[in-house]
């Protein structure tokens, strides 16, 4: 195992666990098997570019970040969580932006605490209601 590999590998798993990610959640994210992603984060394997990009944007990363530092060192922020921040926010539609905007832009604890009625109130529901309201919310997500 080389010291190129184990960086590569090292940086891959950072990421991930930074956002509370499996290795099997990786996996299916980047349609790469999961021992294939435990192989590149232990430095047992390299991965081939294609694979690796869809690594890194299932982690919300460019494949600067993951790369070992002396050769990316030039790309990189001083700050990881404001690249993958960054990155992440380069995939969502401008309304999406406009909703986090507004949310970081607004006191937010009067609008949670008008939610806690809602939040109370899905609670009292059975599962099945459960069910089908967070379905109708999936849908309404996707047609937005």
Do not use: W
């Not at 790469?32 to 982690?59: F, M, P």
């Not at 607004?106 to 009625?117: E, F, G």
């Not at 209601?129 to 967070?134: G, H």
Request: glycine share 4%; net charge negative; aromatic share 6%.
């Amino acid at each position: 195992m080389d010291q190129f590999n184990l960086e590569l590998g090292n940086n891959i798993k950072s990421f991930r666990k930074s956002i509370f990610m499996s290795t099997t959640t990786l996996a299916e994210l980047s349609s790469t098997s999961q021992g294939t992603i435990s192989k590149i984060e232990n430095g047992h394997s390299t991965s081939d570019i294609k694979t690796l990009v869809r690594i890194c944007k299932a982690l919300g990363v460019t494949i600067y970040d993951v790369l070992p530092e002396d050769i990316s060192k030039e790309f990189k922020t001083d700050n990881p969580n404001k690249e993958q921040l960054f990155n992440i926010l380069n995939d969502l539609s401008p309304s999406e932006i406009k909703v986090i905007l507004t949310l970081l832009t607004t006191d937010i604890i009067p609008v949670l605490a008008n939610l806690s009625p809602v939040v109370k109130a899905f609670e009292q529901l059975g599962e099945k209601e459960k069910n089908l309201f967070t379905d109708l919310l999936k849908s309404m997500k996707s047609n937005s």
